[in-house]
């Protein structure tokens, strides 16, 4: 299947600093590309569709200027955390959809990012 | 509103035992269903999907999952458990090919030997 890489897989920060997460698709092109966030024991809840090109849709309540997102090529989407505080430690990851060829029916995910903002 | 719910936390089942995971679905328009698995660190694999027809879908590694429209239910089962099925296991719903996905908070299996 296709390879969707997240990186970094795990990542500490001083509160206030900002955090870039990549999320790559190794073998397909993506034109959408989704954020999504965990919290512990929690359900993985959608952040913003990530469009190539054009600017992210976001969910509601989610933050557009703390969780900035570019989408510069169909094959890179990233996540900025701005100015992180302890409240945005978060499991994020990241899925993308293979648009190639017909029959492309699922979204692939990345591994996956820890983020703990100390 | 949009929602999944996987009523068990944690599940622990024997190798070799049977093995059902509940989910639950609540879907305003024609719901995409998915089960994932998540092992520590990994990111999430898909298992299975359905989106129209027979309402019993096989997956990999031996799964297969039942929709059951009329208990808005998308269940997971395996016949015999190995050790490593021990992971997370998520349902979703959502549009048609994993958009926009809604997610369960998770089912942990342990299998003890």
């Known amino acids: 299947g296709a390879v969707v890489s997240q990186h970094p897989s795990w990542v500490i920060c001083k509160s206030g600093t900002s955090v870039k997460i990549e999320c790559r698709s190794l073998?397909?092109?993506?034109?959408?590309m989704f954020w999504y966030r965990q919290f512990p024991k929690q359900s993985l809840m959608l952040m913003a569709t990530?469009?190539?090109?054009?600017?992210?849709?976001?969910e509601q309540g989610v933050e557009k200027d703390k969780f900035l997102i570019n989408h510069a090529s169909l094959t890179l989407s990233t996540l900025t955390v701005t100015s992180a505080h302890p409240e945005d430690s978060s499991f994020y990851i990241c899925?993308?959809?293979?648009?190639?060829?017909?029959?492309?029916?699922?979204?692939?995910f990345g591994q996956g990012t820890r983020l703990t903002v100390v | 509103a949009q929602s999944v719910t996987q009523p068990d936390i944690h599940i622990t089942v024997s190798e070799g035992a049977s093995l059902e995971l509940r989910c639950n679905y609540s879907?305003?328009?024609?719901?995409?269903l998915f089960w994932y698995v998540q092992s520590p660190g990994q990111g999430l694999q898909l298992l299975l999907k359905?989106?129209?027809?027979?309402?019993l879908v096989q997956g990999i590694k031996g799964f297969e999952a039942e929709f059951k429209r009329s208990q808005s239910s998308f269940n997971l089962r395996k016949p015999s458990v190995h050790w490593s099925d021990a992971a997370e296991y998520f349902c979703?719903?959502?549009?048609?090919?994993?958009?926009?996905?809604?997610f369960g908070a998770g089912t942990i299996l342990r299998v003890k030997s």
């Open positions: 899925s993308a959809r293979d648009l190639g060829g017909a029959g492309s029916t699922e979204a692939f």
């Open positions: 073998d397909f092109q993506a034109t959408t």
């Open positions: 990530s469009n190539e090109g054009s600017k992210a849709t976001y």
């Open positions: 879907y305003g328009a024609t719901p995409y």
């Open positions: 359905y989106f129209s027809g027979d309402t």
């Open positions: 979703a719903v959502g549009a048609r090919y994993g958009n926009k996905l809604v």
